[in-house]
Nanobody, 123 residues
Framework: QVQLVESGGGLVQPGGSLRLSCAAS????????MGWYRQAPGQSRELVAT???????NYADSVKGRFTISRDNAKNTVYLQMNSLKPEDTAVYYC?????????????????WGQGTQVTVSS
């Protein structure tokens, strides 16, 4: 009963910018962490940036100084501002969340993935 919906992907020229959004909805009691991963064709999925409930952030070395992750707790939404984009940033970007849910008197934690949004950096 939890869904993650990404938006904001598209085609951009090298050096350009995009802002990705991921909104979580459904049976959400609290969110432990949200973040972004990406996967290029023939490549494994890799971490891009994460934002934990305590406010800590983690970035892949390849995006440090160019990408910024942020959040709006009231909207259960996480953002990824991507600047100075390079062709090697081309990939499908996936939102990921670790979410606490409540069913009756029971609480449980599960991980969720969004459907992905395509980012293409090309001239």
């Amino acid at each position: 009963q939890v869904q993650l919906v990404e938006s904001g992907g598209g085609l951009v020229q090298p050096g350009g910018s995009l802002r990705l959004s991921c909104a979580a909805s459904g049976s959400i009691f609290s969110i432990n962490a949200m973040g972004w991963y990406r996967q290029a064709p023939g490549q494994s999925r890799e971490l891009v940036a994460t934002f934990t409930r305590g406010g800590s952030t983690n970035y892949a070395d390849s995006v440090k100084g160019r990408f910024t992750i942020s959040r709006d707790n009231a909207k259960n939404t996480v953002y990824l501002q991507m600047n100075s984009l390079k062709p090697e940033d081309t990939a499908v970007y996936y939102c990921n969340a670790d979410i606490n849910s409540k069913r009756g008197s029971l609480y449980f934690t599960a991980g969720y993935w969004g459907q992905g949004t395509q980012v293409t950096v090309s001239s």
